[in-house]
């Protein structure tokens, strides 16, 4: 099947271009890993310890992937073919265990995930899934109501394929934001920071799309036309797109069935990617790609060579994607532009000459061909028996379960995202997957199981048996972005719900059951949930004990800011926090990046929190096998015009210690490099990049594997700081001479104190400055005098710009009004002791025989 689809793709790219062969997908069972060599996912090899769900942790090795063989062996024994066409199924050489439940399948459901790179168009195209999705039920409901009313049909369905008129789902809210990033600091930053799941209601059309089709296509089209007009919920989870959310994804793929991955025509893939790919195949999860933004005229060359499909199946190879997974449906649309295809010669025809485009109502008549019916656990009579014929998906090609059905089934449901509501109490969301649960219901809390290779922070394993229990006060679901009750308030297995009034103590990864009624009780065990990637980062955080320490905040002591980071990892499940052993007062929080950090700390400062951080560690382990010590590598992708690659090449080769892995040029003037860095030699080198290239250059990076400690490095930069010795108000008068001595970062009117970084020194070191001092008042009135001073406006940095910027000995301080950067010592006397210290230390370090000891005479 490869070498084939391989020439499909190069016959394309030669102009013949024939129709490609499409087949159903099938739920396979894949071989865990991140690629074919060693069956080790990238985003956790090398890491010490695996970190389920709801929990942060720190790694200290190579990642043993007997946890996540585990999780997915688990899938694979329970996984059965697809409902839509059972001759798919691939029989397995040996018999997999038999669960303590079998599988079945719940017909008009579809749960589906849309993973992407950072700004490849994943939000826009699901605000886009929404207005199409509202006019498919809009006019349905015209069309039922009145004969005449078809071609009014017609019309909004032709409004939706073009991406304009009005819809009762508009896909922008009144500030021409995305409707998916409802968050403050989503719609500052133009970025998707948490995963959000909503509600589609969608009629299944009759026709499928408007290009020639073969065999296999028809068959799909036949099936379309068997279900007719149905109505169908589809769940559409929206995940973020940049490394640091990279758990965000982990969290949600075990509550889908398939995913679309969206791709930039003109990009291809990229570091993420390459990520979230790797997490769903290893999942066994039904890829769709969507080649988005294809109407740009970047874009076109690399549709017409083929060039974006052959990297996709590359990397797909690569990740070690079965026979099944390797038959993935590709599509070319644009979201802006609202209107999708499956023919790259239409694609071509309406980017290049505005033909007559599909309508976007084909990526979801694409999601119910392809992405499976979502899989319950049922317990059947006898004690909930093994059903082999239902496992191998036998018989009926989806079996309808009505909501009757679910009543003498124990209820489950895995919690994916926590919260609180101040008139519901405790939320949870995340998918049923067993029974079903109404209003009045009692439900337990079962804790996440832990392995032997499996640590869990704040929760028990299987042994805690049954936790608290409580009662369900309502039934939710997400349309858009609003939460609205289900009517009838019924949560059904398959469905991706809120509960509202479960237990305080739940956590993400914990499994919620039933306790009694129609079912007899509940589950026996609780729910598998997937491992994620261990942190690569710490930092401390404590309360400011600076002079403008209660200034402008409200919350100032450290037991605030403790309370508040924990509270932050029940539902942020890639942080971790614990008390730090040498200061009681700090706190160490592990963390995926610096990005990371900065929106923590800009949501704790706009609760009225004050604290400092200091520089981020990356976190290192011991090789269990040759006791070597080892840090975290990268994966850096940089893309830069042709006159700046050597500028890049030097600057992540030399003092950083990367390795240059592949390098090439294209048609436009640019270079893409793939560098191999440790994450250490990244801290500071965004501003660095941008500076270098003159702001042409495009970096993106992904955690890679832990390899053998690379030795001291330097960035090659080393920065000296202008540091005020005296504190006040600052002058312009002041601020004029120093304007001089390198670049400031106060404008006149700021707070300063003694041991505050008010500027960078155009020379290596810190200089001590006096940036209050005031024009002498006299009655001397001369021409020089009287000059209006003109100074350069200062720079300001955010808590992430600050972060790769700051020395080991500063901290950053953080209150609801400012960012500043201090010394972590305010005494100039006390740090001119430290240096000479530490001088002395180094020198006596050099005349050290390497065979240790004195000298001999």
Request: with cysteine; glycine share 12%.
């Amino acid at each position: 099947m490869l070498a084939s689809r391989r020439a499909i793709v190069r016959a394309v790219a030669r102009g013949s271009r024939p129709p490609p062969p499409r087949h159903r997908h099938s739920v396979a069972t894949t071989t865990v890993g991140g690629g074919p060599a060693d069956g080790i996912l990238p985003g956790a090899r090398g890491r010490g310890r695996v970190v389920v769900l709801g929990g942060g942790g720190v790694g200290g090795g190579p990642f043993p992937a007997s946890s996540l063989s585990s999780y997915a062996s688990s899938l694979a024994a329970e996984e059965v073919p697809d409902d839509d066409d059972p001759s798919s199924s691939s029989s397995s050489s040996t018999n997999p265990p038999r669960p303590h439940h079998a599988i079945r399948r719940r017909g008009g459901v579809r749960n589906v995930a849309i993973v992407a790179h950072v700004d490849h168009g994943k939000t826009t195209l699901v605000d886009e899934l929404l207005k199409v999705a509202a006019t498919s039920v809009d006019g349905s409901s015209s069309s039922s109501s009145s004969s005449s009313s078809s071609s009014a049909d017609d019309e909004r369905a032709g409004g939706a394929g073009g991406g304009g008129g009005g819809s009762s789902a508009s896909s922008k809210d009144s500030e021409g934001m995305r409707l998916m990033d409802c968050g403050d600091l989503e719609k500052e930053r133009g970025i998707t920071i948490t995963s959000k799941v909503t509600r589609l209601d969608y009629v299944a059309s009759d026709d499928g799309c408007e290009d020639g089709e073969d065999g296999a296509t028809a068959r799909r089209r036949r099936r379309r036309r068997g279900r007719g007009r149905r109505r169908y919920v589809v769940n559409v989870v929206d995940t973020p797109g940049h490394a640091d959310f990279a758990g965000e994804v982990d969290r949600v793929l075990s509550t889908v069935d398939g995913v679309v991955l969206v791709v930039d025509a003109g990009e291809g893939p990229k570091s993420q990617t390459k990520y979230v790919l790797s997490r769903a195949l290893s999942l066994g999860l039904v890829p769709i790609v969507v080649l988005n933004k294809a109407d740009r005229p970047e874009s076109l060359g690399r549709l017409e060579s083929g060039r974006t499909e052959l990297e996709l199946m590359d990397l797909f190879e690569s990740l070690g994607a079965t026979d099944e997974q390797m038959e993935y449906r590709t599509l070319y649309g644009s979201a802006r532009g609202g209107w999708i295809t499956d023919s790259v010669d239409v694609a071509l025809d309406v980017a290049q000459n505005a033909g007559a485009s599909s309508r976007m109502r084909g990526l979801l008549d694409a999601i119910l061909d392809d992405i499976p019916a979502p899989s319950v656990h049922w317990y059947g009579e006898g004690g909930g028996e093994y059903d082999e014929d239902a496992s191998r998906g036998e018989g009926e090609e989806e079996e309808e379960k009505g909501v009757e059905d679910f009543v003498d089934q124990p209820f489950s449901m895995t919690a994916t995202t926590v919260g609180y509501d101040p008139y519901l109490g405790r939320t949870c969301t995340g998918r049923v997957y067993s029974g079903r649960a109404t209003t009045g219901d009692a439900i337990a809390l079962l804790r996440r199981r832990e392995g032997a290779d499996a640590d869990v922070v704040g929760g028990g394993g299987a042994a805690d048996a049954t936790g608290p229990s409580s009662q369900v006060t309502g039934v939710f679901a997400n349309r858009g972005v609003m939460r609205v009750p289900l009517d009838p308030p019924i949560a059904v297995a398959g469905d991706i719900v809120t509960l509202a009034g479960v237990p305080d103590s739940t956590r993400v990864g914990d499994t919620l059951t039933s306790t009694g009624g129609a079912a007899g009780g509940g589950v026996p065990r609780p729910v598998d949930t997937p491992p994620l990637a261990p942190p690569t980062l710490s930092c401390l955080f404590g309360a400011n004990n600076g002079p403008l320490s209660g200034r402008e905040g409200t919350l100032v002591s450290s037991s605030h800011v403790r309370a508040r980071l924990e509270r932050e990892t029940d539902n942020n499940v890639t942080l971790a926090v614990e008390k730090c052993e040498g200061d009681a007062e700090k706190t160490v929080v592990y963390n995926h990046g610096k990005l990371q950090i900065g929106i923590l700390v800009e949501q704790m400062r706009r609760e009225g929190y004050e604290m400092i951080i200091t520089l981020p560690q990356i976190l290192t382990s011991t090789c269990p096998n040759t006791g070597a010590k080892m840090e975290p590598y990268e994966e850096v992708v940089v893309d830069v015009d042709a006159e700046y690659s050597g500028t890049v090449v030097n600057a992540l080769t030399g003092a950083r210690k990367g390795v240059l892995v592949e390098m090439s040029d294209d048609s436009q003037g640019k270079t893409r490099m793939m560098f191999e860095v440790p994450s250490r030699g990244l801290l500071g080198f965004g501003p660095e990049l941008a500076t270098a290239t003159r702001g042409t250059a495009v970096m993106h990076h992904c955690y890679l594997e832990d390899r053998a400690h690379a030795g001291a490095m330097g960035t090659g930069s080393e920065r000296g700081k202008l540091v005020s010795n005296e504190s006040g108000k600052a002058t312009a008068y002041a601020l004029d001479s120093l304007s001089t001595r390198g670049t400031l970062f106060v404008a006149p009117g700021d707070l300063v104190y003694p041991g505050m970084v008010v500027g960078e020194n155009a020379k290596s070191g810190d200089l001590e400055v006096n940036p209050v001092r005031a024009k002498a008042l006299t009655n001397m009135r001369t021409q020089s005098k009287e000059e209006k001073v003109h100074l350069p406006p200062p720079k300001r940095m955010n808590v992430e710009e600050l972060i790769g910027y700051m020395s080991e000995d500063e901290v950053i301080e953080v209150t609801p009004l400012s960012v500043r950067l201090r010394k972590a010592e305010l005494d100039a006397g006390a740090r001119e002791r430290a240096a000479r210290t530490k001088k002395k230390q180094m020198e006596s370090l050099k005349q050290t025989p390497k065979g240790g000891g004195a000298k001999k005479k």
